[in-house]
């Protein structure tokens, strides 16, 4: 079975920015879709952003859209969230996750990297 | 967007018990709901998809059922490794939601 490893959490202030990036090995990366998913301390989870495969359209959750951007590189088996103009309410643990196959429920996930926004 | 209401919030429960878990949708989501169990400190783990289809490796007192806007988990026979949170997700409109977690407890 594959695997995702996330990177680039870190504390940052508001109005910063980070990149997190999620390294995919063990299936075949450039034929699903990639998804962020993240989790604020003691919550539930809360769907962030898919980037589909072929043509790499994105989709975003309007509590992060217009500061958040998804993209990926299938040469290198990786999918990135730049988040810009980081909130307090950002603070989380991001995680990365597959797509089953068929847009309906997510098979892998990485162990998630935590953003903590605060000054 | 989607509500999904799950219920109930937590829950206590002995070994060997039977445990449903419901999940409510606030519009109709033909079958496109998955669950996911998560344990602390670790990422959600894919039960069910497709509202019914046990994920492969997934042990078999774990079932899934429903469809429209009702759906429910159910674990046969409880087991120590269990004990976790229960999340479920609907897949049919973006953006994408989850239910607000079950919780379940040893009593």
């Known amino acids: 079975e594959g695997q995702l490893l996330e990177s680039g959490g870190g504390l940052v202030q508001p109005g910063g920015s980070l990149r997190l990036s999620c390294a995919a090995s063990?299936?075949?990366?450039?034929?699903?879709?990639m998804s962020w998913v993240r989790q604020a301390p003691g919550k539930g989870l809360e769907w962030v952003s898919t980037?589909?495969?072929?043509?790499?359209?994105?989709l975003y959750a309007d509590s992060v859209k217009g500061r958040f951007t998804t993209s990926r590189d299938d040469s290198k088996n990786t999918v990135h969230l730049q988040m810009n103009s980081l909130r307090a309410e950002d603070t989380a643990i991001y995680y990365c996750?597959?797509?089953?196959?068929?847009?309906?429920?997510?098979?892998?996930w990485g162990q998630g990297t935590m953003v903590t926004v605060s000054s | 967007a989607i509500q999904l209401t799950q219920s109930p919030s937590s829950l206590s429960a002995s070994v060997g018990d039977r445990v449903t878990i419901t999940c409510r949708a606030s519009?109709?989501?033909?079958?496109?709901l998955a669950w996911y169990q998560q344990k602390l400190g670790k990422p959600p783990n894919l039960l069910i998809y497709?509202?019914?289809t046990l994920k492969s490796g997934v042990p078999s007192r774990f079932s899934g059922s429903g469809s429209g806007t009702d759906f429910t988990l159910t674990i046969s026979s409880l087991q120590p490794e269990d004990f976790a949170t229960y999340y479920c997700?609907?897949?049919?409109?973006?953006?994408?939601?989850f239910g607000g977690g079950t919780k379940v407890e040893i009593k």
């Open positions: 063990g299936f075949t990366f450039s034929v699903y879709p």
């Open positions: 996750a597959k797509d089953i196959g068929g847009w309906d429920a997510f098979d892998i």
């Open positions: 519009q109709g989501i033909s079958s496109t």
């Open positions: 497709g509202a019914s």
């Open positions: 997700q609907q897949f049919n409109t973006y953006p994408l939601t």
């Open positions: 980037i589909s495969d072929i043509a790499g359209s994105t």
